[in-house]
């Protein structure tokens, strides 16, 4: 499983940083590009404040609040140099003005956060073997007119972060899941019948106090050359002033399974350079070398480029590109240089009601040599996001947010461009009655046919304690050649009750109707957060 590399570090910072404070959370829930919190207005927040996303100490993202309920809070992905997951660590970034109540944060929540700088001198200061994370039960079932095609998988998940671990500075994160297919039929898309367990991470990792050296090992993802993705091994690296030197090297990993595979192998040695005051003014930038081989022989070597520059609250850029340095002529490898992805993105914050993002992708599969493989540089849907993109979201008085997005994409050897257009409007406390309600429209042109997509949504929190989300969406696509439209409808609710603060339930139902064939959908998962 690899990584979407989308790490762009813009968000509004207030130039009075010593009036705000930092408010610990965790999401909840995710859904497209907005993200679910467990704060909301009894602890502050407010439409507009700004978080940082933290997993295993590492700021990995940023997001933006758009609308507050008592007990949660919708927000914005701006950024995220990996997908955000359930039970991330969210900083909030709360302002005076939502501290005019005297919102005791620290009172509130007393483990917060240590704070932006992303500075891991806090360590020996903190607690020891300080454990955060979840463990849950889950349940998925899928309902299909065809019952060849019914699904029933249970499953039980850990996601867990030991900082500080017995007192060394270390930190030892693991996230694992079980769960049992009941139905053979899936096995055809590489998930047997039966048991499995997937170890998406389990990795060690550290600093020698005071000496500039880091290191890290297990099943984990490097933050300087997160390209090679997922990999079983380990990583050391030196920091020098702002110059951090380093290499990596292991298996390349059967993700999500928790087999090991040493036949396929990825290594890397990089430099980063790093100059600023904090993550929002500053520059960023590694360059690396990455290897790929398959029994002793080359499957891939490349150069990874990575730059991100912040210029304060307002403005900040994001850019990555990989370059190829062989390709197969006549069957055989010689060097040759070729862009094998690049990603452009800028970031625009200039009020506290108005976000815009222009963004540019050239991404293609790569080819492994000896793997025969080949493989999409991103998980981003190529058909929606690819080439020129932009969006706009701007946070207007009554509570309602209005954002439009757009991409285009000429595609070489096609008989015509693919675009996409479309519009959302959100609004909190509709008619006072503590509804938020949301409408959408995306309109796709690809290469062999038209769709639009319409979706209304309506969301609502109980007693501080259950959040109910209501949906229904309509997709109309037509395909050229076979002249005709297609229509799904997807009806959907969603449930989240909370029995404590540790404690957590989620149950979400989906009726399909289909003009292939109609299916039914359930997902339940009863976790304890600690």
Do not use: C
């Amino acid at each position: 499983m690899r990584r979407v590399i989308l790490f762009a570090l813009a968000f509004a910072v207030s130039a009075a940083a010593q009036q705000k404070k930092e408010l610990k959370s965790t999401i909840a829930y995710i859904s497209g590009v907005t993200v679910y919190i467990n704060a909301g207005r009894l602890l502050g927040v407010e439409a507009g404040d700004t978080a940082a996303v933290y997993r295993n100490n590492d700021m990995i993202g940023a997001v933006a609040v758009t609308a507050t309920a008592d007990s949660s809070s919708a927000a914005r992905i701006l950024n995220q140099s990996v997908a955000f997951e359930i039970g991330d660590t969210v900083g909030i970034v709360l302002s005076a003005a939502s501290l005019k109540n005297g919102t005791d944060v620290s009172a509130r929540n007393p483990r917060t956060p240590r704070g932006l700088s992303n500075s891991r001198a806090a360590v020996e200061t903190r607690q020891e073997n300080l454990i955060s994370g979840r463990v849950a039960l889950q349940y998925d079932m899928i309902a299909a007119e065809d019952t060849k095609l019914n699904l029933s998988q249970p499953a039980a998940l850990i996601q867990m972060n030991i900082t500080n671990l017995l007192g060394t500075g270390m930190s030892l994160y693991l996230y694992d899941m079980n769960f049992f297919n009941g139905n053979a039929t899936y096995a055809l898309y590489g998930n047997r019948a039966g048991l499995q367990s997937n170890i998406y991470a389990a990795s060690l990792t550290g600093e020698l106090s005071g000496s500039g050296i880091g290191y890290g090992f297990g099943r984990m993802n490097s933050q300087y050359v997160s390209g090679l993705g997922t990999f079983d091994g380990g990583q050391v690296y030196f920091r020098f002033s702002n110059f951090t030197f380093g290499a990596i090297g292991g298996g390349a990993s059967s993700v999500p399974s928790s087999s090991l595979n040493f036949a396929g192998t990825k290594s890397a040695a990089f430099v980063n350079y790093r100059n600023g005051t904090d993550v929002f003014h500053q520059y960023d930038g590694t360059v690396a070398y990455g290897l790929r081989m398959n029994d002793g022989k080359l499957d891939r070597n490349f150069l990874y480029l990575q730059n991100t520059l912040s210029l304060g609250s307002i403005l900040s850029f994001y850019e990555t590109s990989e370059v190829d340095l062989s390709k197969l002529s006549g069957g055989v490898p010689v060097s040759a240089l070729d862009f094998s992805n690049t990603f452009f993105s800028m970031n625009y914050f200039p009020t506290r009601w108005l976000f815009a993002n222009v963004g540019y992708d050239a991404y293609r599969n790569v080819y492994l040599f000896q793997s025969m493989k080949s493989i999409p540089d991103s998980l981003i849907d190529r058909n929606v996001m690819q080439g020129f993109r932009a969006s706009a979201s701007a946070y207007l008085p009554g509570e309602v947010t209005v954002s439009i997005n757009g991409s285009y994409r000429m595609r070489k050897d096609y008989v015509r461009s693919e675009h996409t257009l479309g519009a959302s409007v959100r609004a909190t406390d509709i008619l006072d009655l503590g509804v938020e309600g949301s409408i959408r429209f995306m309109n796709f042109l690809g290469v062999y046919s038209n769709a639009n997509d319409i979706t209304f949504e309506l969301d609502r929190t109980f007693f501080d304690a259950l959040d109910v989300s209501l949906s229904y969406d309509t997709y109309a696509i037509s395909v050229s050649l076979l002249e005709q439209t297609y229509t799904t409808q997807t009806i959907s609710g969603f449930l989240n009750y909370t029995f404590s603060s540790k404690w957590y339930s989620s149950l979400g139902l989906d009726d399909v109707l289909d003009p292939s064939m109609n299916s039914f959908r359930v997902y339940a998962e009863v976790g304890f957060r600690f």
